[in-house]
């Protein structure tokens, strides 16, 4: 999300709230238990004021929004204009929620995924400035909180956006991932009604995916884009999954051959010479862009598969380029922030939006320092699964700046390499955490920014952006163990898992159609009685 017409009062209001967490050491001090124990403390207070603040003061009637639509921010009646509905900040939202109904089972979240499918369907309606759906207005990104087109060029700037249409979908193809299981008994439902919701994004996918676009966080750039390749490359992939398992084979056949041709694209946007991933095909600073930036990063957490291992061109948590990267764009992001600038060597970095920001004065972002402690407990769960570490030349730097003796080699689980190694890769992720700590307001709602200058929480209050990336750290450091999204799993983790196919579905009871279903058809679901739906608050 960029709103450029935002902040100077909104944005500055929580800068003065003071963090609510202390640490009676220092966290470059602690041991590792001690960190340990900092972490598990300062996490059982921020997650339920996170789940609260999402779920009723973001989301929904509460929040004076349509059902499923979370905005972009607590709203406050004195800045409208922060009250809109950014696609890709909500999926950042969704993804977490659908961890906890499809991983954890918290069933408690299943009426609010389904007004979730309720509201995505209804986003590829909108006729807006993009256009109507057949002229281009399924990429809208951005709405008001009500699904209404928003007239105000300024307050949709980027829109449209190549990533809505497979973030859009992604998040549908996980939850009928989960529906399609025998024992949900909803694999019908999905064919008959959901898949023709899915099905619309992906042929727009399809059509789209070798064409520029606004880059992710900077509009007046204009090329490719790792993060959106990467989530059309998942997308794709997912959907030919579900569409074989459906019994749609024609549907798919393409989306097969496209994904292959976005996979190996996603490969160019590797820096072979300083070893990251780079974020955009522009990387001329004089156009705005070095390539420097926390987009892949974020990819690496959202796309995590542990049944993949280390796979680098997916770009694993635990894969040599993903952690090189981590380590390059990182001491990047130190020498463009005041704050960090003087850190030593024990000390993280904080991760911003990308090193030639300005935005709000190019701070550092919740979200994305939160996400580099994701990729790496998400990385010591893989290493768990797989048995061992691979130190490779790519990774090097990485594992270097903890013991420079490190060497190239394969470190297998219950040696004592191995845990030195899994020792340095959690206590790194507990210091980063640690020091957003310091920077939490004090009800815990996080705020978008840490300041630049003073390490104070700055930016508008209730960033959804910022609750999503708490959420997904917080579900790494438990050890979530996603499910395949359709990446093929090969190597020694495939005698592991039963395959990544989905179960074959019944054939559906009615004849296959493209048309738009109305809305309330999407609650028609087995044992689960619409009337049971908080929409009915809303009047639908």
Not at 159 to 184: H, I, N, T
Not at 305 to 316: E, K, R
Not at 476 to 491: D, R
């Amino acid at each position: 999300m960029r709103l450029l017409t935002l902040l100077p009062a909104i944005g500055l209001a929580s800068q003065a709230l003071s963090s609510p967490f202390s640490c009676n050491k220092d966290p470059n001090e602690m041991t590792l238990a001690e960190s340990d124990a900092a972490v598990k403390e300062y996490f059982s207070k921020l997650e339920p004021a996170t789940k609260k603040t999402l779920l009723h003061d973001t989301t929904g009637p509460e929040a004076g929004a349509d059902v499923g639509v979370v905005a972009a921010v607590i709203p406050d009646p004195n800045h409208p204009e922060f009250s809109v509905y950014w696609l890709r900040d909500a999926c950042l939202v969704y993804h977490p929620w659908l961890n906890e109904l499809t991983v954890f089972n918290d069933a408690s979240l299943r009426p609010q995924m389904d007004d979730v499918v309720h509201a995505l369907t209804r986003t590829q309606q909108v006729i807006s400035l993009a256009g109507n759906i057949f002229t281009g207005g399924i990429g809208e990104a951005v709405f008001d909180v009500k699904l209404n087109k928003l007239l105000d060029p300024a307050a949709r700037i980027g829109s449209p956006a190549a990533d809505g249409p497979p973030f859009r979908v992604d998040v549908l193809l996980k939850y009928a991932d989960w529906l399609v299981r025998p024992e949900q008994k909803n694999g019908t439902w999905v064919a008959d009604v959901l898949w023709p919701v899915i099905n619309l994004d992906l042929q727009w996918i399809s059509s789209h995916w070798n064409e520029s676009s606004w880059d992710l966080w900077w509009p007046p750039v204009w090329g490719g884009s790792y993060w959106t390749a990467s989530l059309q490359y998942r997308a794709l992939r997912g959907g030919a999954r579900l569409g074989r398992a459906i019994g749609r084979n024609n549907d798919v056949e393409e989306y097969d051959a496209h994904a292959s041709m976005l996979l190996d694209y996603m490969q160019t946007f590797w820096n072979d010479k300083e070893g990251f991933m780079t974020e955009t095909t522009i990387t001329d600073v004089a156009k705005g862009r070095s390539g420097y930036g926390s987009a892949p990063l974020t990819v690496s957490v959202y796309n995590f598969d542990p049944s993949l291992g280390c796979d680098d061109a997916t770009f694993q948590p635990c894969s040599p380029r993903a952690l090189s990267s981590l380590k390059v764009v990182g001491e990047h992001f130190k020498q463009f922030f005041p704050l960090s600038r003087n850190f030593t060597e024990d000390q993280p970095p904080y991760y911003g939006f990308f090193t030639e920001d300005r935005f709000i004065g190019g701070h550092p972002q919740f979200f994305a320092s939160f996400n580099s402690a994701e990729q790496l407990y998400y990385s010591l769960t893989t290493w768990d699964i797989i048995g061992y570490i691979d130190v490779t030349p790519v990774s090097l730097k990485f594992w270097q700046q903890f013991d420079r003796s490190i060497s190239v080699k394969r470190y297998a689980k219950g040696s004592s390499g191995y845990k030195v190694l899994t020792d340095y890769a959690r206590g790194w992720a507990n210091k980063i955490v640690l020091q957003l700590a310091k920077s939490t307001p004090a009800d815990y709602v996080l705020v978008e920014c840490v300041n630049k200058e003073t390490g104070e929480p700055y930016g508008p209050r209730g960033m959804i952006r910022s609750l999503a990336a708490a959420l997904g750290v917080i579900d790494a450091w438990k050890g979530v163990k996603p499910p395949n999204w359709g990446h093929t799993i090969s190597g020694p983790q495939r005698s592991c898992v039963s395959g990544n196919e989905l179960p074959p579905v019944p054939r559906p009871r009615v004849a296959q159609t493209e048309r738009y279903r109305q809305s309330p058809d999407v609650y028609h679901q087995e044992n689960f009685a619409s009337e049971t739906f908080r929409y009915r608050y809303a009047g639908y």
